[in-house]
């Protein structure tokens, strides 16, 4: 037996996909991947329309879904992250539906409540055997932790793999198993290598962003959070990245020993793995060839699901027994929220991923941002868009000072007396704004294009359309 | 207390809008190598302009402006001076002569401008054989210089030999620079190490010159200020040290001993001298006594 | 009374930095393209028009091409630009 199908097409017919169904799909080949055009462009060539498509993040690559929204085959996107190209058609009104943005550990936690329901997950792995074993490991298109399909695969009612590298049976070192799949179907090739990988996942040069880094740094240092048994997570932009270069400087310094690391995984917290600042990685997305090789030869590397990650109703996730994260923001606002969704016009280019999921989970949630970007102050009055809310991050570092948020006394206290440069932070909007001028107040749009939801299902904020 | 100086070129706006948040104690603006010469103008007006409105409260504000022997000298300080930066940096300073023609160059702006004298002071940069010779002359050729900065790149440049990370080529120029501006009451700097990417290298070059008896050092990455400024404070032991040192001085004379000891060595006044640096470095930074512990 | 005798330009496309052009012109006008028109576009535009004042240029056709300067860096570009121009 078999579960290999000779075509995509006969994937889809057998999967019973009728108009007004749910298809999902995961995010590991970024911006190089070509499973879902190609899974959408057969659809529309069977004239199957008004689908939902579920996937756990869309990029720029994705921008055929523009035709396919317009021509009726897409009615629905649900998605935990939009790149900023179909983020700008989606702001100017693309879609009569509103987007509904999830997080990382939201997408699963609707999944397993029955929330968003998906009939058909087409599941995109660089290698898979003839029973639908397969993993993010190996192959041409290795893309390493396979950790955000795996809820896909869980919950889908029907399950295709899509693959460019059939291994015998059975595949060694599965993400997913065989007991989830319905069938198997080969393809020339699931992506681009060069866009699978990030080539962004860099250190900074940028003098501001080393100097935010090395307060950031210094915050955790003075944190009381850092001893043996510290547990961390960074994102890939480069100020985070340099952060943790400090970061590992001081823990080697200071010789401690800390118990994980988290998340979307990048060659710098490898290095850290290896230098002994950690005992364990855990993975639920490698950002770079370095992240996918650890993952593949060391034992110390472990891979997880979005749901371990971060879902808020499974009995636990790893998001739980966080020390420390560092994440990044378009705006802050005086009360602390952040948004990741649009940018300071209002036009969507991101989403929360795994943001709110750490923030709230983390002991100490920490942005990193500038004062102002291309003259535009980070810290406003509010926020366009709340995408993790203000009672969930606790310090805002800048290049001018670091703001703690008021609820946190004794970390403000404790800062304070290590010499850090702690201000309130609407003095940090205030001297953006002495620096900038202050912005004119940009009206918006009367439509609703996306519904941001909560990790716990509850409707965050809206945003509107772009009208100008 | 002016430990680092980083130079930031003068006609790139995003390095200048975020020069005060760089951790230096002071920024030089730069408006000679930095600058090529059919921009001279623009860096000169963008270099105003940034003087002018944004917020250097952090740091102080040098201006290194072109040389004597160029056209744009007076253009530039009859643009920058108005704006009131601390510090005029002359560079290829080589005479005394160089510095009384930019002193009275000076004096008679800030007359017209109704500015107190010496509102600008100047930092001769000696970057050549006959600067190295001429150290004390120039220090002492008018009140308004207030340090002397030593460049090592055009100064190897002219004593015909290779600039080198170990340095042995600028040893005497570092020493004589030293010795001219002690003797001279002013402070001293001490060149940038080049290689931006060897922290290591960049660390052991602070701290010979703080040996030398450097006041502190100039940086041309912003990687470098950080480890500038700790070479060049005072360290928590030292600090304590020095308030012992007073202590067991007060205490000595309040029981009328002529000669006081502490941890079984004899404090003379060398030492009482040192104690009294050390804690004026340290308040400066606002660094107190008992913080070691 | 001064005018605009010839193009110039001062500035660079660089984050941070504005571009500007001008050339002669009958009047004074003022062109501006900004990545943040929605929230400065009136307040670049008479920033440029108050050095223009300042420099007592009242000819020339001004083009601002603005990264998101400060509006100290403009009014640094508008000016050499202005200068420039205005030199023989």
């Known amino acids: 037996m078999t579960k290999v199908v000779s075509s995509l097409r006969e994937a889809i017919e057998r999967a019973g996909l009728k108009d007004g169904m749910t298809v999902s799909f995961h995010h590991h080949l970024r911006n190089g991947d070509y499973v879902l055009n190609m899974v959408m462009q057969e659809i529309a060539d069977l004239g199957v329309g008004g689908l939902t498509v579920n996937a756990s993040s869309l990029f720029d690559v994705h921008l055929p879904l523009l035709d ?9 996107l649900q998605t935990d992250y939009m790149a900023a190209g179909l983020g700008r058609a989606i702001s100017r009104g693309a879609m009569a539906n509103p987007v509904q943005f999830r997080t990382h550990g939201g997408r699963p936690a609707d999944m397993a409540r029955g929330v968003t329901p998906v009939d058909v997950a087409f599941i995109a792995a660089p290698a898979c055997d003839c029973m639908g074993n397969c993993s993010g490991k190996f192959g041409p ?5 396979l950790g955000y399909a795996m809820a896909d695969a869980r919950y889908a009612k029907h399950v295709v793999i899509i693959t ?53 740094a210094r915050v955790i240092e003075h944190s009381g959070l850092l001893k043996d048994g510290f547990s961390f997570q960074t994102g890939a932009g480069g100020a985070s990245l340099a952060a943790a270069s400090f970061l590992k400087d001081i823990m080697l310094r200071d010789k401690i020993r800390g118990s994980f690391g988290l998340g979307g995984i990048t060659g710098y917290m490898v290095d850290m793995l290896r230098a002994g600042c950690f005992e364990k990685l855990m993975d639920v997305q490698c950002f770079d060839l370095q992240a996918v090789e650890s993952l593949r030869e060391d034992p110390r590397h472990q891979e997880i699901s979005a749901m371990h990650y971060a879902s808020p109703v499974t009995k636990s996730a790893v998001v739980d027994s966080l020390d420390v994260v560092i994440l990044g923001a378009t705006e802050v606002d005086t009360d602390f929220n952040v948004n990741v ?96 001028g202050k912005p004119a107040h940009l009206p918006q749009g009367q439509r609703v294009v996306a519904d941001v939801i909560s990790r716990d299902g509850q409707l965050l904020d809206q945003i509107r359309s772009v009208e100008r | 207390m002016r430990r680092s100086m980083l ?15 760089l951790g230096a104690d002071a920024v030089i603006l730069d408006l000679e190598d930095a600058v090529s010469p059919d921009e001279k103008d623009a860096a000169r007006i963008l270099v105003r302009n940034a003087i002018r409105t944004l917020d250097f409260s952090r740091c102080e504000v040098i201006v290194r402006i072109n040389s004597l022997d160029t056209d744009f000298w007076q253009a530039d300080l009859d643009t920058i001076v108005p704006c009131r930066p601390h510090w005029i940096m002359l560079p290829k300073t080589a005479r005394s002569e160089d510095v009384q023609r930019c002193d009275e160059y000076l004096t008679a702006l800030e007359a017209k401008l109704g500015f107190a004298p010496l509102t600008v002071r100047l930092m001769p940069l000696i970057e050549t054989a006959l600067g190295v010779e001429n150290a004390f002359a120039i220090a002492t050729a008018a009140k308004r210089v207030g340090a002397l900065f030593l460049g090592a790149e055009d100064l190897t440049a002219d ?54 008896g450097f ?64 804690i004026a470095a340290a308040e400066a930074l606002g660094l107190g006594k008992g913080e070691a512990k | 009374m001064k005018e605009i005798r010839k193009k110039a330009w001062a500035g660079t496309m660089e984050s941070s930095d504005a571009y500007v052009e001008v050339e002669p012109a009958q009047t004074l006008a003022v062109e501006l393209q900004s990545v943040v028109q929605a929230q400065f576009g009136p307040a670049i535009e008479a920033a440029v028009a108050d050095v223009a004042a300042q420099c007592g240029v009242t000819k020339g056709r001004v083009k601002v091409m603005d990264r998101g300067a400060l509006e100290c860096v403009i009014r640094a570009r508008v000016e050499t630009a202005l200068l420039r121009g205005m030199e023989e």
């Open chain 1, 68 to 76: 396919h929204i317009q021509s009726g085959v897409v009615s629905t």
């Open chain 2, 215 to 278: 006041t502190g050092k100039a940086s041309i990455s912003p990687r470098h200020v950080e480890i500038i400024n700790r070479v060049f404070s005072p360290t928590l032991a030292e600090i304590d040290y020095a308030y012992e040192v007073l202590e067991a001085i007060a205490q000595g004379k309040a029981q009328g001993k002529g000669a006081v000891s502490l941890r079984g060595k004899m404090i003379d006044a060398p030492i009482v001298a040192r104690a009294r640096q050390t």
């Open chain 1, 164 to 216: 460019d590298h059939l291994v015998p049976y059975p595949l060694q070192g599965w993400s997913i198993p065989e007991t989830e799949v319905d069938s198997v179907v080969t393809v020339d090739s699931i992506g681009d290598p060069k866009g699978i990988v990030s080539g962004t996942t860099r250190i900074t040069r940028d003098p501001v962003g080393l100097v935010m880094a090395s307060y950031a």
């Open chain 1, 341 to 436: 969704h649009t940018d300071s016009n209002g036009y969507i280019m991101g989403g929360s991923g795994g943001h709110s999921d750490t923030a709230a989970g983390a002991k100490l949630s920490m942005i990193i941002a500038p004062l102002f970007r291309a003259r535009l102050p980070i810290v406003t009055d509010r926020v366009h868009c709340i995408s993790t809310p203000g009672k969930d991050i606790d310090v805002l570092v800048t290049q001018a000072g670091i703001a703690v948020n008021p609820k946190n006394g004794e970390l403000a206290d404790r800062l304070r007396s290590a010499g850090l440069p702690i201000v309130d932070i609407r003095a940090l909007k205030e001297k953006a704004e002495g620096l900038t």
């Open chain 2, 159 to 212: 004593l015909q030999c290779k600039r080198t990370k170990a340095s042995r080529e600028i040893e005497y120029a570092r020493g004589r620079m030293v010795v001219a501006a002690r003797a001279a009451g002013v402070d001293v700097y001490d060149t940038p190490f080049t290689d931006v990417n060897d922290a290591e290298g960049m660390e052991a070059d602070a701290r010979c010159a703080k040996a030398l």
């Open chain 2, 7 to 21: 130079f930031l070129p003068g006609n790139t706006p995003n390095i200048l809008i975020n020069g005060a948040y």
């Open chain 1, 141 to 145: 298109s290795a893309c390493g932790s």
